[in-house]
C-alpha cells in the first residue's frame, strides 16, 4: 500500500510539474483588444510569471497628465492599477505625458516617460520615476527631464531601455521627428555617460525610421525595431532590423506589423516579451476599423515569430 501511494503522490507531483510549465501557463485564447479604454504606446515586461503593461492614456495633450498600468497572468483577467504617476508628481509636466518604458535595476521599479510634447527652447522631454513597487507611487527621481534638448533632430520622446546582456551596460534608444539617438545610461539612472569616443548622443536612424524604437537580444542577434508612418493615420506600422551589436548599425530589413481590412488599422508602437512559454509576444496599440479619431487607440497582443534563419514572420493580427 505505501509503494501505492508513494507512486500516486510521484503521478500528482509530475503532472503538477507539467501543468505548471505547460498548458497552465501558455497564453491562449486572449481577446484583443486586451484590456477597456483608450490607451497607446504599451510598454510591457514580464515581472515573474506575470505580464504588465505600461500604456499612454490616448487623450488630448492636455488631459495626458497621468499614467495607469495593467497586470495579468493569463491575458483575459486584468487588474488596473491607476495614476502610478501623474501631475502631482511631476512638477514640470504641462500636457503630453506619453509612451513610458520600464526597468528593474538594484531593487527599484524604474518609469521613464516624456512628456510636454518638448520643442527647442522648452522645457520638456524625458524623465524617470522610481519606486518599489511595479504598481507605484512612482515619485521623479530628478525633478526635471534626463534629456531636454533636441539632438541630432530627434525630440526627446518614445524612449526604450535596454541592458545589454553581454556587458550589462544600460542603453537608452529615443527619438521622434524621425531621427533616433543612442545613449548610455549611468547604474543610477541619474545622468548619461559618454561612449568611449567621448561623445554622448550618437544618431543611428535607420531608414523609414520615424518614433517609437524597441530592442531585443535573442540568440545573439540584436533586433532593432521602431514604428514608421503617421500615429494618427492607418498607414502606422511596425519594421526592424538586425545587428550583431547593441550599437548597430542597423539595416532596415523591412515591415512586420501593418493594418489589415479585418483587425484594424495603425498598428504600431510596440514592444516585446518572451512569455512564460518561450515564445514571443508584440505587443502594440490599433484603431479599429471605422474609427476616424486620432486617439481612439487600444492596446492588444499577437504572437511574434521567427523563422529559421532568425527573421522576423509578418505578425498575424488577431
Known sequence: MKIKLKKIAAVALMAAALT?????????????PLFEGWYADPEATMLGDE???????????EDQLHLDAFSSKDLKTWVKHENIISANEISWL????WAPATAVNNGKHYLFFACNDVHEGEVGGIGVAVSDKPEGPYQDLLGKPLIN????????????????PKSGQWIMYYGGWRHCNMVLLNDGFTGLVPFEDGETFKEITPDGYVEGPFMIFKDGKYYFMWS????????YCVAYAVSDSPYGPFERVGKILQQDDVHGTGAGHHSVVKGPDGEYYIIYHRHPIGSTEGNDRHVCIDRLVFDEDGMIMPVEMT
Open 228 to 235: 514608421e508612418g503617421g500615429w494618427t493615420q492607418a498607414d
Open 149 to 164: 534638448e533636441i539632438v541630432n533632430g530627434a525630440q526627446p520622446i518614445d524612449q526604450c531601455v535596454f541592458q545589454d
Open 51 to 61: 505580464l504588465w503593461i505600461f500604456p499612454t492614456y490616448s487623450q488630448r495633450y
Open 94 to 97: 504641462r500636457m503630453a505625458l
Open 20 to 32: 505548471s510549465c505547460g498548458t497552465k501557463v501558455r497564453w491562449t485564447e486572449w481577446t484583443n
